[in-house]
């Protein structure tokens, strides 16, 4: 069977999309390859692990267009030419239009560094996630994996993990570990969930089928 | 060191009350002592349980008073007769008043049966959290032992544990699951963590001193 095309959209340093390209590599990722990537920034770290990877890579900067449509056009445009069958949002930072959501329902995907629906929605990005949490005082918080609709941080879920809080956590200890423990580990096998075939939606529930 | 005076106030079975009974008989809980379980109705079967291991009770029907305040009043005075210290809602289905809050401020403790602030607030209780859980869809719910201020299910968290969510639950299996793997291990730990003077309260947050 042949392998699904997945485009990696970043803006950063691209941590997330290391842990995908290490997964392809070792083999926790075989049903999909590394088809695109693309950064909102020319200046993205993120392209630099892509070229080291020999993987495709693309920028899309929103100040060389007048409307996010257009700079999404763009986008849309990307996709298609790469045969894009799965979209996973790494760090992301601007957000999808509806055209695109639209056109590629149930085929984009994020991580949320929250157990969703806590500390989730506009405006909870990045460090302000846990700040969030530490500022609420949970002694849990964790992960998220889910599908993109037209709500911030609103699709159907597909993978959690819980991970811990600790005393004299900051706001940059609570995020790394959530990476270590947590981000690192759900989005590859999300990556390979969806490209062997084995994710289900029904409506806001996601069912996985367990490998034989 | 004499032993803090504990009431817990229940509604129902008794679950969460036994675990407490039989923490304290197995000496997990060591620094506390159950000095009277109070009810809601005569019928609750957790007054049997208490009765069972020699633990006063006291039943306070709001039927039988004209306001909350007055139904109340009597919880004042049975919490003031028993010299108690911690105040241990487990399962406890009437709205403790503002009263009783501000009288025993950082000395009453509720299990929630979610990841607080997932899936709690008004309207949410029993069943109900669980089946707010799976309609969203969550993989990873939990439980929380929190202090009860003002606001419902609103004061500072004191121990939270994940707990996963499996295909084909039920909102009758992802309780139970919820109790056996979580509220039952977390209340009688944050009562002995409570008794013996443990937690430090700041602001919303709860800082555990370890044992030596």
Request: aromatic share 6%.
């Amino acid at each position: 069977m042949s392998k699904k095309r997945v485009a990696v959209l970043v803006s950063g340093g691209g941590t997330n999309l290391q842990k995908i390209i290490d997964a392809a590599e070792d083999g926790r990722i075989k049903s999909g390859e590394l088809a695109v990537v693309v950064s909102t920034s020319k200046k993205a770290f993120a392209l630099e692990r892509a070229k080291k990877h020999g993987i495709k890579t693309e920028v899309i900067a929103r100040s060389e267009y007048k409307t996010d449509e257009e700079c999404d056009a763009r986008l849309i445009s990307i996709l298609e030419e790469n045969k894009i069958n799965l979209v996973v949002l790494a760090g992301y930072l601007r957000i999808i239009t509806p055209k695109v959501i639209k056109l590629y329902e149930n085929r984009i995907i994020n991580v949320h560094p929250s157990l969703i629906p806590s500390f989730c929605g506009d405006g909870f990005y990045g460090l302000r996630v846990h700040e969030a949490a530490l500022s609420y005082g949970v002694k849990v918080t964790g992960a998220t994996v889910h599908f993109v609709n037209e709500v911030t941080d609103g699709g159907a879920v597909i993978l959690q993990k819980a991970v811990e809080v600790k005393e004299g956590d900051t706001p940059e200890t609570l995020q790394r570990r959530v990476m270590e423990e947590a981000e690192w580990l759900l989005l590859p096998r999300a990556v390979e969930l969806f490209c062997s075939g084995r994710i289900t939606l029904d409506g806001r529930h996601v069912t996985i089928r367990q490998e034989e």
